[in-house]
């Protein structure tokens, strides 16, 4: 199933998550999706929103109202865990997310590196 509104704000696919059970994948999703996904209460959401400035969530509807991306979510699981299950403060989950992202951003410097080294490698092993 595909399905796209005329804004583009509501396009979904059907798709089987890992129990088998149809799960809908969106483009954007509401705070109230959000929160039963994640099982947090909406003012904890906002709290977080105002805290860390990774988790920013579009406001593309007429009314203002919270639109989350699949990233977004991803951000909020993960000061979900880093501040449940491991127990931070809300300064050190900061921390931890900015250290999660710039080893992320360094990874992805050394893939594009190796990628090049290849191709003059394989430029030299041709010109032999």
């Known amino acids: ?47 977080w929103q105002k805290e860390f400035r990774t988790l920013n969530p579009h406001r593309r509807d007429k009314l203002s109202n919270r639109r989350y991306t699949l990233h977004d979510i991803e951000i909020i699981k993960q000061i979900k865990f880093l501040l449940y299950d491991q127990k931070y403060t809300i300064k050190g989950a900061r921390k931890q997310l900015r250290l999660s992202k710039e080893k992320a951003r360094k990874r992805k410097i050394i893939r594009e590196i190796k990628r090049r080294v290849n191709i003059v490698k394989n430029l030299l092993v041709a010109t032999v």
Do not use: A, H, W
């Open 1 to 47: 199933m595909l399905m796209i509104s005329v804004l583009g704000m509501t396009s979904e696919m059907s798709r089987k998550d890992t129990s088998g059970n149809k799960m809908v994948k969106r483009y954007y999703y509401t705070m109230g999706q959000v929160c039963k996904m994640v099982n947090l209460e909406p003012s904890v959401l906002r709290f």
